[in-house]
C-alpha cells in the first residue's frame, strides 16, 4: 500500500477542486492500493469531510495561515498587522506558521508518506524536502507581477518563491507557452525552471450524465444573455457581486440579460426578475412565459451550468484561473474581467491581449466591454478558436501519471 499526502491550500476553491480532479486521476493511474490523507482547514476540511464521510480519520484540520478577509478579498492592511498582532480571532501569523508547521510535521512523522502533492501549501513542501520525500507542487503562481499592491509585498513573494522551489517537480496547472494563461503570475527564476512542468488546465474530464431539462434549462433556451460568475471564499464572492450590482444599475444594462450564478448552496437566492420590474419564482416565470432580465441562482447543478455556458454570448468573471480555463479553452467563449487580486488582473490581461476577453477595472469599462465584444464577435471568435485547439485540459492527467512515476521509481 503505497501512502500518499494530499496538502490543500484553503484561500479560495480553485485549490480544492483541483485537488478533488488529481485525486480521481491518482485511482485511474496508479494500480496499487492508495491510502491517502487529506490536510486542510476551514470550508475546504468541510467539503473534504462532507465528500469522503467514511475517511474522517484520514481528513487532517490543520490551521494553514491565510489572508484575513476585507470587504474585497483580503485585507492588505490587517493581514499585514497580523504578521506581530491577534487580528479578528487570528493568532499573529508567526505563531500561526509555528503551530501549523508543527502539526504538518506530527502527521509527516507518523504517516511516512511515499509522496506528497501540495496545491498551494509550501509547508509541506518543506517537510517533505527535509525528509527526501518527493512532492509535486500544484500552481499557477510563481512570482506574479503586481499592480495594485504597493513594493513592500515583493519581498514576501521572493519568500515564497523560494518554498516553491523545494517541491521536487513545480506543476503549472496551464498549457505550455505560449498559450499559458497565467504567464504574468509566474515569472519563473532560473532555479525553479528545470523543475516546471505545464501539465494542463485541470478541467472536469468526466461525461456530464444528461438528464431531464430543467426549469432553468428552459427559461433560458433561445434567449441571448451574459452570463455573470461569482466565485471565490466569501469576501471575494461578496466583493464580486457588490461590483456586478454596481454594473447594473447602469442606464446600459436595462435590456442586457443576465444570469447570475453565486455559487453559494442556497435555494433562497433563486429567482427571476421580470422586464416588467416583478420577481417571480424559476418555475412561475417558466409556467407564465415572463420575457425576464435577470435571473439569480444560488448553486448550478454541472448539467445547469453546462448549458449556460453553451448559450450565453459571454462570461463576467472575476479572474479565476481555473475558470477562465473552462470558458474560454473548454467553451470557446469570450470573457470580461473584473479582477478582485493583482493574479486575477494578469490572467485577465494576458487574456485581453490575446483577444479572448476583455479587462474591466471601473463599471463604464464593463459596459464598454459588452458592446466591443458584440460589435467583433467573429475576431473573438477566432482567437478563441485558436486558443481552444490549443488549449490542454489533462492536467489532473497528466500530474497523475507523473505521480505514478515517481512510485515507480521509489520501489
Same mark, same amino acid.
Given at each position: 500500500?503505497?501512502? &500518499?499526502?494530499?496538502?490543500?491550500?484553503?484561500?479560495? =476553491?480553485?485549490?480544492?477542486?483541483?485537488?478533488?480532479?488529481?485525486?480521481?486521476?491518482?485511482?485511474?493511474?496508479?494500480?496499487?492500493?492508495?491510502?491517502?490523507?487529506?490536510?486542510?482547514?476551514?470550508?475546504?476540511?468541510?467539503?473534504?469531510? @462532507?465528500?469522503?464521510?467514511?475517511?474522517?480519520?484520514?481528513?487532517?484540520?490543520?490551521?494553514?495561515? !491565510?489572508?484575513?478577509?476585507? @470587504?474585497?478579498?483580503?485585507?492588505? =492592511?490587517?493581514?499585514?498587522?497580523?504578521?506581530?498582532?491577534?487580528? +479578528?480571532?487570528?493568532?499573529?501569523?508567526?505563531?500561526?506558521?509555528?503551530?501549523?508547521?508543527?502539526?504538518? $510535521?506530527?502527521?509527516?512523522?507518523?504517516?511516512?508518506?511515499?509522496?506528497?502533492?501540495?496545491?498551494?501549501?509550501?509547508?509541506?513542501?518543506?517537510?517533505?524536502?527535509?525528509?527526501? &520525500?518527493?512532492?509535486?507542487?500544484?500552481?499557477?503562481?510563481?512570482?506574479?507581477?503586481?499592480?495594485?499592491?504597493?513594493?513592500?509585498?515583493?519581498?514576501?513573494?521572493?519568500?515564497?518563491?523560494?518554498?516553491?522551489? %523545494?517541491?521536487?517537480?513545480?506543476?503549472?496547472?496551464?498549457?505550455?507557452?505560449?498559450?499559458?494563461?497565467?504567464?504574468?503570475?509566474?515569472?519563473?527564476?532560473?532555479?525553479?525552471?528545470? @523543475?516546471?512542468?505545464?501539465?494542463?488546465?485541470? !478541467?472536469?474530464?468526466?461525461?456530464?450524465?444528461?438528464?431531464?431539462?430543467?426549469? *432553468?434549462?428552459? *427559461?433560458?433556451?433561445?434567449?441571448?444573455?451574459?452570463?455573470?460568475?461569482?466565485?471565490?471564499?466569501? =469576501?471575494?464572492?461578496?466583493?464580486?457581486?457588490?461590483?456586478?450590482?454596481?454594473?447594473?444599475?447602469?442606464?446600459?444594462?436595462?435590456?442586457?440579460? $443576465?444570469?447570475?450564478?453565486?455559487?453559494?448552496?442556497?435555494?433562497?437566492?433563486?429567482?427571476?426578475?421580470?422586464?416588467?420590474?416583478? %420577481?417571480?419564482?424559476?418555475?412561475?416565470?417558466? +409556467?407564465?412565459?415572463?420575457?425576464?432580465?435577470?435571473?439569480?441562482?444560488?448553486?448550478?447543478?454541472?448539467?445547469?451550468?453546462? !448549458?449556460?455556458?453553451?448559450?450565453?454570448?459571454?462570461?463576467?468573471?472575476?479572474?479565476?484561473?481555473?475558470?477562465?480555463?473552462?470558458?474560454?479553452?473548454?467553451?470557446?467563449?469570450?470573457?470580461?474581467?473584473?479582477?478582485?487580486?493583482?493574479?486575477? !488582473?494578469?490572467?485577465? @490581461?494576458?487574456?485581453?491581449?490575446?483577444?479572448?476577453?476583455?479587462?474591466?477595472?471601473?463599471?463604464?469599462?464593463?459596459?464598454?466591454?459588452?458592446?466591443?465584444?458584440?460589435?467583433?464577435?467573429?475576431?473573438? +471568435?477566432?482567437?478563441? =478558436? #485558436?486558443?481552444?485547439?490549443?488549449?490542454?485540459?489533462?492536467?489532473?492527467?497528466?500530474?497523475?501519471?507523473?505521480?505514478? #512515476? &515517481?512510485?515507480?521509481?521509489?520501489?
Amino acid at each position: 500500500m503505497l501512502k &500518499i499526502g494530499e496538502f490543500i491550500y484553503p484561500w479560495g =476553491s480553485g485549490h480544492y477542486s483541483r485537488m478533488m480532479r488529481l485525486h480521481e486521476a491518482l485511482e485511474d493511474h496508479i494500480d496499487d492500493e492508495l491510502d491517502v490523507h487529506f490536510s486542510s482547514k476551514d470550508h475546504v476540511y468541510e467539503k473534504l469531510i @462532507k465528500r469522503f464521510p467514511d475517511k474522517k480519520e484520514k481528513i487532517h484540520n490543520i490551521l494553514m495561515p !491565510t489572508p484575513i478577509d476585507g @470587504k474585497f478579498g483580503p485585507s492588505v =492592511s490587517k493581514s499585514l498587522m497580523n504578521i506581530l498582532l491577534p487580528i +479578528e480571532n487570528n493568532p499573529s501569523l508567526i505563531r500561526q506558521i509555528i503551530n501549523y508547521l508543527r502539526e504538518e $510535521r506530527k502527521l509527516y512523522n507518523k504517516e511516512k508518506f511515499d509522496l506528497v502533492i501540495n496545491d498551494g501549501d509550501m509547508g509541506s513542501n518543506i517537510l517533505a524536502k527535509n525528509r527526501n &520525500i518527493p512532492s509535486l507542487f500544484v500552481t499557477n503562481q510563481f512570482r506574479p507581477k503586481l499592480y495594485n499592491s504597493r513594493s513592500y509585498l515583493y519581498p514576501s513573494l521572493i519568500f515564497i518563491a523560494k518554498q516553491i522551489i %523545494k517541491a521536487s517537480k513545480i506543476l503549472v496547472a496551464d498549457s505550455p507557452p505560449p498559450y499559458t494563461m497565467c504567464e504574468y503570475n509566474l515569472n519563473f527564476i532560473k532555479e525553479a525552471e528545470e @523543475k516546471v512542468v505545464y501539465v494542463g488546465h485541470f !478541467t472536469n474530464s468526466k461525461p456530464i450524465q444528461k438528464e431531464k431539462e430543467t426549469d *432553468l434549462e428552459q *427559461l433560458v433556451a433561445n434567449n441571448e444573455f451574459g452570463y455573470w460568475m461569482r466565485t471565490g471564499n466569501k =469576501s471575494t464572492n461578496d466583493g464580486t457581486g457588490q461590483r456586478y450590482e454596481e454594473v447594473f444599475t447602469q442606464s446600459e444594462m436595462q435590456k442586457e440579460k $443576465r444570469i447570475i450564478s453565486h455559487a453559494r448552496n442556497e435555494s433562497s437566492i433563486d429567482g427571476v426578475i421580470g422586464k416588467d420590474g416583478k %420577481k417571480y419564482s424559476i418555475s412561475d416565470a417558466l +409556467e407564465k412565459k415572463i420575457d425576464w432580465i435577470q435571473i439569480d441562482i444560488g448553486f448550478l447543478s454541472e448539467q445547469e451550468k453546462d !448549458t449556460i455556458l453553451n448559450l450565453c454570448n459571454y462570461a463576467v468573471v472575476n479572474g479565476s484561473h481555473t475558470v477562465m480555463g473552462e470558458i474560454m479553452g473548454g467553451k470557446s467563449k469570450p470573457i470580461i474581467g473584473i479582477p478582485i487580486y493583482d493574479e486575477h !488582473t494578469n490572467n485577465i @490581461k494576458w487574456a485581453q491581449e490575446k483577444n479572448l476577453g476583455v479587462l474591466a477595472i471601473k463599471t463604464k469599462q464593463v459596459i464598454q466591454g459588452i458592446s466591443k465584444i458584440k460589435e467583433n464577435y467573429a475576431e473573438f +471568435e477566432g482567437s478563441l =478558436s #485558436e486558443f481552444s485547439k490549443n488549449f490542454v485540459p489533462t492536467g489532473a492527467e497528466n500530474s497523475a501519471k507523473i505521480a505514478a #512515476e &515517481i512510485l515507480e521509481e521509489k520501489r
